[in-house]
């Protein structure tokens, strides 16, 4: 049995279902009702979850290698993941409720941060040992990115000149290296065939944002232009109706395996920033087109065989270099929700409430581990669960919290 | 449903199980009835195959990246995948048959290789474009393994000065890479965690017999036993019974991602590396150590729910950080039909027949494509095709043809 997809006749076309639910309910009356459920699970399951197992209390910092039960299966502290779980626990305290539980948290993951997390020339390592040796070299920018965000957003809880100045240094640290992120680390050949990637753009749409109290109103303003073009023109390609994971540096498709891949929740959780940019600058246009792109994606991306998102696509239909591609992982499917909550929050699109039932009814069913709480981040492409952990190398505390909260409170207030 | 294994208590035993064929049929000549089934595919499968469909006649060398018909998916030249292709038709004009379109095939590849494989150091990149230009720096020395093996097989097909040189200098310039084979790409931080991998000196045990024309006899004799020596004692761990893919400088275990992680396909094909090596030093002692290794990672690494062998395991039997750690993949399976015939042939042990017959009605059940011929790579836990790919990054034309031979070989001289 061969399980790999014909997508050559998978060219974009609008969904027709049309749920039970939506066929009789009010539709903003059905969306409402889900956003309790989204606040239970984040204070009642996932914050706890991380308060519990996670905590160093020796060496400071966050353990993420949880496994099934929460306990900790490798001590190796992932920089990305230190920043993401600070920034977690400093924006509830900022937005949901001012525990002190949660800034201790916070305060907790950024002094180990400050203390061991840099090299001399302010760059964020990739990993430390528990203790805080560096293991590997700041060849991820992704590092830095989480960083910044991290201290700006525990400004905004426990305002402190060093944050601050970590914040912004940080992010000047990454515009400096945007052209060539991976530095010398970059084992790429110089001028053959010069590709850019789209997760930077895209974290930076969702960065400037959480900056703006540090940089201004105004340079978020004229930083804000360059980035939506980035993201809905150049690695948007019309053609395809889809955004792509790599473009040649005029925004051209390339026929290489880098060029042909396709992230579906990649693309899907910036959609949602791009909303987020759209209602700041009231503009109608971007939000539905990012609605489009979003429910386009979806489409193209849903395994119709065996329900969720696939992982990695290739636009041409050919073997993509990932052996991961069919799997099911958990970020991009509370990332899609997001984006239909914000989306029909936005439109009133009625295709944002039937693709968010379908996939909350996946998510809830396949992620959530209704044993021992939290989620499980990895499922093969049938949703059984590939790796019981609840947080690695990659999944943290930060995903499934961010997502909670953003379903929560924008299905609240339609 | 979750479906990572306990493996908890899969303490290396020996296995017990006895099938039908062998109880009642002598089981040398059970072993050599699988000879001519070997062979046939060789010469009327697989070869054919990559003779048909891999070759660019207008720039040179090899395209790998075949879809299931062998219809070329992708057109960049991995060189590692370029010099494993002139190693093979080299190989088979040079110990199969002197036939002219083999010697073309190797001949083909190498003009394409000597003219744009290597930097200005002699490093041999990763990667290029069809037309030769370079895309992938030299960050990876399995480039240079494997480039050193094609022009040593080479040269016996073909004797020629500049073969034997390339050869020699690749080979020396391995040896000087050996202790940070990824030069300034390593991303470690220095002295933190310093761990040897198991690939190179798993490659030099069969580099070393490839090169011994170039090399002389005498300097083949001192370098075996510190290989030798490397593999059995240092990467071998008694307590565990197994190979692992990662140790500390020291050989120690190092509880960490890198150091609890099994390959065992890995450690089955560097056994019949071992073995022949032990068939040389007429090391009885060495070959049974390298069979019962072979069998215990077998009986370790063997999928008892879905059958066929796990890509990779966590030792202590935590989740592993590769996402592919379940699939069943192409090399590891024939490498192991390798390993049971020579282990058979040498020792006479009956359990290698018993897992012989096991795996070989796996393998060509499930990874031979009866319809378009040559064989899929990449099969999921289930065994099912997961990418209908017939080439691509990693799969070449090699391990296939390579053991087709050497298990044909090995049982028609039992």
Partial sequence: MILYPDLTNSLV??????LQTTATADPTQV????AAQYRDELLEGILPFWMKHSIDEKNGGFFTCLDQLGKVYDTDKFMWLQGRQVWCFSFMYKNVEAKEEWLKMALHGADFMIKHGRDDNGNWYFSLTEDGKPLV???????????????AALDKAAPSEEYKQIATSTFENILARRKNTKGIYNKNYPGTR??????????????????????GTKKVDEFIPEIIHEVMEVFY????????????EDGSFSDSFEGRLLNPGHTIEAMWFIMDLGKRLKDETLIKRATNIMLDTLEYGWDKEFGGIFYFLDVKGN?????????????GHVEALVALAKGYSLTKDIRCVEWFEKIHSYTWKHFKDKQYGEWFGYLNRRGEVLLPLKGGKWKGCFHIPRSLYQVWKTLESI
Same sequence: chains 1, 2.
């Fill in 319 to 331: 073997p993509p270099q990932q052996l991961e591609w069919d799997q099911k992982l958990w970020w």
């Fill in 137 to 151: 070299q700041p060849y991820n920018i992704f590092s830095d990115c989480f960083a910044t965000m991290a201290f």
């Fill in 31 to 34: 969306m409402k009702s889900y």
């Fill in 13 to 18: 076309t609008h969904s027709n279902f049309m």
């Fill in 237 to 248: 390609q019309p053609e395809l109706g889809l955004v792509l994971e790599n473009v040649h």
């Fill in 194 to 215: 010069s590709l850019k990637n789209f997760s930077l753009p895209m974290i930076l749409c969702n960065l400037a944002l959480e900056l703006e109290h540090l940089l």
